[in-house]
């Protein structure tokens, strides 16, 4: 028996040898680790990805993640020639996603007098003159982010808040005068403009718009929603008559500014929310352009704007485009095309009226039969739908035309259909959303810029059921992301991040309905994650996760944890995108844990 033990103990004894020596290390083999092009290190990380949800280091090769963990572990993929940024206890997130803006819009605002910054209509005409005083005769003078409910005192005379015409044609006799409301729902024009507009007092309200008139029916030059389009045509005229290379500078500088605004805000992706066929041409020239020579650093997703249907009908299947410029350009959408107007201006479309104007519930701008038709054509070549709506009915009635185009073809329901802004909901139709699949772009800063406004125009009930109701929404199973509309509101998401989880106004004295606050984590989950997934890249982007590629902010705070009081001092320090610092702040090297910055000045617009 006993010599039956020592046998099989020597037996035993004669397997693990040979496993030890099957198990030896062999000359290259495991293989060494590729060193890193990009280590960040001493860093509070975010990752999003539930695996691996928190860490200290990340590597990055190729442009794109490559490894995340403890300053130790990635210690081991420097290399000689790898930059290592010690980022002192920052706070690193994927790269923020600017859920819906408009971005040559957002150049030529750079471009134009911001009349926002006035306290009210006699700054406003101030600033007009000072720039028409400068103006060659003829020459267009441009502004915008301007709303009557904002300043601190009324216009005298007004028209219901409005300003009338003879100051601001007394300042620019010689100078056509267009000024765009914040919401960019409304213009106020002066004599010359509506001149070469063609708009008189005999003008009809077109569809969908409103000429505002006196009582004895002059117009004053407040025109709401497509009333404005003959005067943005006069003014597109003008330009088109300028020398060939004079346009060609101008579009150039103002994707220029838009884009380099855009990176030192932290935004690694930017969704643009409608062009039309011959502006994405262009726009693909110029990203290949500048993709090769370093100097397009942003991601574009862009939508088809919609000027004509039949045009849409004919050419949209072949302007499909996924990841061309090594990712950096795609068109899969058709979007914003506009249900309602907006609530500034009182043509957001309300199942009821406005409670501080009972005759009037607003406006359907462009007809339900023809926003189901392009729906149609849309879902037939496989584009993603985005169509704004403001008001409890113009989100209604997107919500049952998407749904009669899902029943009609149900592969629609793979394309992932968007509402723009969502900003007034019934109740009824809150679990609507993530019934049917339907995301909810949403802008954090709208609730806290329209605040002021909401119960006045809408009543205590009615805003507090269904005003600017993500966490509702949130809490129902819907996706829920973040951006800035921008222009509209500023594109930096430090104040939307505020809003988000504060809905606070007034510098901090009052919330608008603080039970539908987001969480700080549910907050970071819509300008990332989610806005990756309603961009079809929830695969590449929106988390830091080895394979994805390495669209990267660092910010002063940690977003998660830190007061909320302490949000608006915090600042992006560096802008990552492909695994390239693409935006430095000043002194973002010599930044330590708990600097602070200066507050932020109070977001002043309104939707």
Not at 238 to 267: D, M
Not at 405 to 425: G, I, K, S, T, W
Not at 565 to 572: E, G, K, N
């Amino acid at each position: 028996m006993k010599s039956l033990q020592v046998l099989l103990v020597g037996v035993a004894l004669a397997v693990v040898a040979t496993a030890f020596a099957a198990s030896a290390p062999v000359p290259g083999f495991p293989p060494a680790l590729q060193p890193a092009d990009l280590v960040l290190r001493d860093a509070t990380i975010a990752t999003l990805d539930p695996l691996q949800p928190q860490a200290q280091a990340l590597a990055i090769r190729d442009g794109r993640i490559l490894a995340v963990g403890s300053d130790e572990s990635i210690s081991r993929y420097i290399g000689k020639q790898t930059r290592v940024m010690d980022l002192h206890g920052a706070f690193v997130t994927p790269g923020f996603i600017e859920g819906h803006g408009h971005l040559l819009d957002t150049g030529e605002s750079l471009m134009q007098i911001n009349v926002g910054k006035a306290k009210n209509w006699d700054g406003v005409v101030a600033m007009v003159k000072a720039a028409a005083a400068k103006a060659k005769p003829g020459e267009w003078i441009v502004g915008f982010g301007w709303l009557e409910s904002k300043w601190d005192r009324a216009p005298q005379p007004n028209l219901d808040g409005l300003p009338l015409p003879a100051s601001l044609d007394a300042a620019s006799p010689n100078n056509p005068v267009l000024l765009t409301t914040a919401s960019y729902h409304g213009l106020y024009a002066n004599a010359s403009a509506l001149k070469l507009a063609g708009i008189n007092d005999k003008t009809p309200d077109p569809v969908g718009g409103t000429i505002v008139r006196d009582a004895q029916g002059h117009a004053i030059g407040m025109l709401k929603d497509t009333a404005a389009d003959p005067v943005y045509a006069a003014y597109q005229k003008y330009l088109k008559e300028l020398p060939p290379a004079e346009q060609a500078a101008r579009r150039e500088k103002a994707l220029q500014l838009a884009v380099q605004n855009e990176v030192s805000k932290g935004i690694t992706s930017f969704v643009d929310q409608g062009e039309s066929f011959e502006t994405i041409d262009w726009l693909k020239q110029q990203v290949a352009k500048g993709v090769a020579d370093g100097t397009f650093p942003l991601r574009l997703y862009v939508y088809v704007g919609v000027t004509d249907v039949a045009s849409l009908d004919k050419n949209l299947a072949k302007y499909k485009t996924i990841g061309y410029a090594d990712n950096h350009f795609t068109v899969r959408g058709v979007g914003e095309d506009v249900s309602d107007g907006a609530l500034g201006t009182r043509s957001a479309w309300f199942l009821k009226p406005y409670s501080d104007a009972p005759g009037i519930t607003g406006k359907n701008v462009t007809p339900m039969a023809d926003l189901a038709q392009i729906a149609r054509i849309a879902a037939r070549d496989g584009f993603q739908v985005a169509i704004h709506a403001i008001g409890d009915r113009a989100n209604r009635e997107v919500l049952d035309m998407y749904q009669q185009v899902f029943e009609e073809d149900p592969a629609a329901h793979a394309l992932r259909f968007r509402v723009e802004h969502a900003q007034h909901l019934n109740p009824a139709d809150i679990a609507r959303f993530a019934q049917m699949g339907v995301i909810a772009s949403m802008q954090s800063i709208h609730a806290c810029s329209d605040a002021p406004m909401v119960v006045p125009r809408l009543g205590e009930q009615r805003a507090e059921e269904g005003a600017y109701v993500w966490k509702k929404l949130i809490d129902s199973g819907a996706i829920v992301l973040d951006g800035t509309d921008t222009p509209v509101e500023d594109t930096n998401p430090i104040p939307v991040f505020y809003c988000g989880v504060t809905r606070a106004y007034d510098h901090g004295r009052k919330t608008f309905f603080p039970a539908e606050a987001k969480t700080p984590m549910q907050e970071l989950k819509s300008y990332t994650w989610n806005n990756a997934y309603a961009m079809f890249e929830d695969h590449e982007l929106g988390s830091l996760t080895p394979g994805k590629l390495a669209d990267i902010d660092v910010f002063s705070g940690d977003l998660l944890t830190m007061p909320s009081t302490d949000i608006l001092r915090t600042r992006v320090l560096y802008t990552i995108i492909g695994g390239k610092v693409v935006y430095t702040r000043p002194g973002a090297d010599k930044w330590r844990k708990g600097q602070q910055f200066d507050a932020m000045p109070e977001f002043d617009h309104a939707e």
